[in-house]
T-cell receptor, first 113, second 114 residues
Framework: DQQVKQNSPSLSVQEGRISILNCDYTNSMFDYFLWYKKYPAEGPTFLISISSIKDKNEDGRFTVFLNKSAKHLSLHIVPSQPGDSAVYFC????????????FGTGTRLTVIP | DGGITQSPKYLFRKEGQNVTLSCEQNLNHDAMYWYRQDPGQGLRLIYYSQIVNDFQKGDIAEGYSVSREKKESFPLTVTSAQKNPTAFYLCASNPEDDGDYGYTFGSGTRLTVV
């Protein structure tokens, strides 16, 4: 049973516009959430994280929003750049540094120049 | 440069053969993990190890085996008992005392059964 879900397998956005990637989870014990970015034939790289005590975390062009009551988080990329084209994975765990991250299925973002 | 090295990048195996995927890290991380990625699916945990000489099964451990004889190394053996081994395999590590940045991943090994 998939505890972390990314319902949009792909997303296309014009360069300079906002990209919004969504993620839903079912386990109310999840306390820590991360986004990873993955290029083809490479391992995922950490992008940004948020703990449940916050509802927003910002790092440059990337902002993650958390809505615990809805069990939903989203990643906003503004402005989108062609180099952002990659697969983005949402991940969750019951605490930071936990031994098991649960990953979503990924969303392939294409930023069109 | 510190990081995780997975080798080989591409691996072909005949049906019925065992094959071992290498994972080495020089980050001095205590915990190491093996994940499998299939098209349209998220990363699924195969095995993980929090300390040398100790490891635990993940969600899909059947048909796989691991060892952790050294802190730096966490090889994964795909045995003939694994019914559908063709996939992209990712190794990751995590410092036990500071996981705020999540895992560090290797670049992966693509295994194809021919």
């Amino acid at each position: 049973d998939q505890q972390v879900k990314q319902n949009s397998p792909s997303l296309s956005v014009q360069e300079g516009r906002i990209s919004i990637l969504n993620c839903d989870y079912t386990n109310s014990m999840f306390d820590y959430f991360l986004w990873y970015k993955k290029y083809p034939a490479e391992g995922p790289t950490f992008l940004i994280s948020i703990s449940s005590i916050k509802d927003k975390n910002e790092d440059g062009r990337f902002t993650v929003f958390l809505n615990k009551s809805a069990k939903h988080l989203s990643l906003h990329i503004v402005p989108s750049q062609p180099g952002d084209s990659a697969v983005y994975f949402c991940a969750a765990s019951e605490e930071s540094g936990a031994n098991n991250l649960f990953f979503g299925t990924g969303t392939r973002l294409t930023v069109i120049p | 440069d510190g990081g995780i090295t997975q080798s080989p990048k591409y691996l072909f195996r005949k049906e019925g053969q065992n094959v071992t995927l290498s994972c080495e890290q020089n980050l001095n991380h205590d915990a190491m993990y093996w994940y499998r990625q299939d098209p349209g699916q998220g990363l699924r945990l195969i095995y993980y190890s929090q300390i040398v000489n100790d490891f635990q099964k993940g969600d899909i451990a059947e048909g796989y085996s691991v060892s952790r004889e050294k802190k730096e190394s966490f090889p994964l053996t795909v045995t003939s008992a694994q019914k559908n081994p063709t996939a992209f395999y990712l190794c990751a590590s995590n410092p036990e005392d500071d996981g705020d940045y999540g895992y560090t991943f290797g670049s992966g090994t693509r295994l194809t059964v021919v």
